[in-house]
């Protein structure tokens, strides 16, 4: 199977062939502080069946040698690669594939991080919108 996928200002599109070696939201403290975000999907993919189809990324090198590739135009986040943790696979933000919706995280990883009021999301109020419009 053929994934595609891409920023948000559609300079950088990439294209992942193949089935992931997992899927899942992760709470770290690291993928919240890059992200600005309470949590990140990650689709785990064989480095070699990835590849950048349009445009170019641009990396930041965590302190533990981790890298975050990112869109040099509009900051959105699409790799993560670690080495030495991760050999020979790339982790795809899988909120940027085009079939973001059809692909549902299998796991949850990194919960002794998440954020204490995740678990009670599904208690607040929800608005189909911004909330008065």
């Not at 899927?23 to 990650?42: E, Q, T, Y």
């Not at 302190?63 to 959105?76: D, V």
Request: aromatic content about 6%; proline content about 5%; some cysteine.
């Amino acid at each position: 199977m053929t994934r595609s996928g891409g920023c948000q200002c559609g300079a950088v599109r990439y294209e992942a062939v193949g089935e992931p070696q997992h899927h899942a939201v992760c709470h770290c403290a690291d993928c919240r502080a890059s992200a600005g975000a309470p949590l990140v999907a990650w689709m785990a993919i064989a480095e070699d069946q990835v590849r950048v189809t349009r445009g170019q990324t641009t990396t930041y090198v965590g302190k533990t040698g981790a890298r975050r590739q990112f869109c040099p135009g509009c900051g959105t986040g699409l790799f993560y690669t670690n080495a030495e943790m991760l050999p020979g696979i790339i982790d795809i933000q899988s909120a940027t594939l085009d079939t973001a919706a059809d692909e549902v995280p299998g796991a949850q990883i990194q919960v002794a991080e998440r954020l204490p009021w995740i678990d009670d999301l599904t208690a607040l109020h929800r608005f189909e919108r911004y909330p008065g419009q």
